[in-house]
């Protein structure tokens, strides 16, 4: 089974500001993709960023990305340049596997402050 | 886009009563999720179903069942509610061809008085 661990229950960032979110995991899958969410407040869960565990290179989108550290089974999350609308719940999730279950950390809660 | 949706974003029932949670998706996904979300647990799985009328207890399936009697739609039923029901239930869907990446539903608050 697989556990994941988000040590930050809370996090304050000031606007235009880098922040970064980490995310331990324990695996015995070989291959497997990991994700990170966001839920925005009182709105939906949205994909932020997904990593393949097979590849070596960080994946990234736009002002999001990933140090993706095999070995270690850690998965942080770098936002730049933080934006008001980037305040939100942030899930890490790993996915392994036949059966396409992901298992989320208990989250991380950014607020984003002008 | 992928679109899933939940019959009801607020939902209030007295303990004892039969609660039916409903989703839909779009996008011909074959596996469908329920989550329970709840303040410093995170999301916790429920139940999930691989094909029509397969489903597979998750890690915290007690007081619950479900049905996948179509392929768009997997229901949550809660048999005999009760107050420690009270939580946001998530659905989720994705497919079997892809990277696992799965589409949420904009979720159901439960309040079981």
């Known amino acids: 089974a697989q556990t994941v661990t988000q040590s930050q229950p809370e996090m304050s960032v000031q606007e235009a500001e880098t922040v970064t979110l980490s995310c331990t995991y324990d695996t015995s899958e070989s291959n497997y993709y990991l994700f990170w969410y966001k839920q925005p407040p009182s709105r939906q869960m949205i994909l932020v960023i997904r990593q393949e565990a097979y590849k070596q290179q960080n994946a990234t989108e736009n002002r999001f990305s990933v140090n993706f550290q095999k070995a270690a089974k850690s998965f942080s999350l770098k936002i730049s340049d933080s934006q008001l609308g980037d305040t939100a719940m942030y899930f890490c999730a790993p996915c392994g596997g036949s059966n396409y279950k992901l298992t989320f950390g208990k989250g991380t809660l950014l607020t984003v402050n002008p | 886009d992928v679109k899933v949706t939940q019959s009801s974003r607020y939902l209030v029932k007295r303990t004892g009563e039969k609660v039916f949670l409903e989703c839909v998706q779009d996008?011909?996904?074959?596996?469908m999720f329920w989550y329970r979300q709840d303040p410093g647990l995170g999301l916790r799985l429920i139940y999930f179903s691989y094909d029509v009328k397969m489903k597979e207890k998750g890690d915290i399936p007690e007081g619950y069942s479900v049905s996948r009697e179509k392929k768009e739609r997997f229901s949550l039923i809660l048999e005999s509610a009760s107050t420690n029901q009270t939580s946001m239930y998530l659905c989720?869907?994705?497919?079997?061809?892809?990277?696992?990446?799965?589409?949420f539903g904009p979720g159901t608050r439960l309040t079981v008085l």
């Open positions: 996008m011909d996904h074959e596996n």
């Open positions: 989720a869907s994705n497919s079997d061809a892809a990277d696992n990446e799965q589409f």
